[in-house]
């Protein structure tokens, strides 16, 4: 879910020598290229209509290009969606494995609060209708069978273990 963790996953496996793909950086760009601005409300519009419009794989096969062209035999996939998206994956990526990184509304809340990047919510309301648009999509169900799931509600530091335990565990059977 936003405000998870996901981030941190990302900046721990760039640090490994990991490829990174962000499925949110596809929203943007089909944001910007339908001329909208960066907002929490257009973005969700916006990744809905994509996969309205193109099928609830959409996103994930927009990502697959630039998988295939990263730099590393490891990518990490920022930000999927939904068991649609796992299956365009796991086509195309014999290895393919899910891990979820799991933290409390409010503890995510708080996160997205801080962050303050132009799609971040500015008042619960908006925080609220955002999970509820991306669990429309079936995150809840990617997260549920994930290989791996990271807790993130302590310490910095104990989450940056899990997650490289996770990432080693991954790249061991890679």
């Known amino acids: 879910m936003p405000g998870a963790g996901k981030s941190l996953v990302t900046k721990i496996a760039e640090?490994?020598?990991y490829s990174v793909v962000t499925m949110g950086d596809v929203i943007r760009e089909e944001a910007k290229k339908r001329g909208l601005r960066l907002?929490?409300?257009n973005l969700g519009t916006t990744m809905l209509k994509l996969r309205e419009e193109e099928g609830s794989a959409a996103?994930?096969?927009r990502c697959v290009s630039k998988i295939e062209s990263a730099?590393?035999?490891i990518v990490i996939i920022d930000g999927l969606r939904s068991l649609n998206e796992v299956e365009e994956f796991k086509r195309h990526f014999e290895k393919f494995?899910?891990?979820a990184v799991y933290a409390s509304s409010?503890?995510?809340f708080r996160r997205l609060f801080r962050?303050?990047?132009s799609d971040d919510p500015h008042g619960w309301a908006t925080f609220n209708e955002r999970d509820m648009r991306e669990?429309?999509?079936g995150l809840g169900n990617a997260i549920v069978l994930a290989d791996y799931l990271i807790i993130n509600e302590g310490a910095r530091t104990e989450t940056e273990r899990k997650i490289l335990d996770v990432l080693r565990k991954v790249a061991e059977n890679e």
Do not use: Y
């Open 39 to 41: 907002t929490p409300e």
């Open 115 to 117: 962050r303050r990047r």
């Open 106 to 108: 409010e503890t995510r």
């Open 135 to 137: 669990l429309s999509v």
């Open 59 to 61: 996103v994930a096969r």
């Open 97 to 99: 494995v899910l891990i």
């Open 71 to 73: 730099k590393s035999s």
């Open 15 to 17: 640090r490994m020598g």
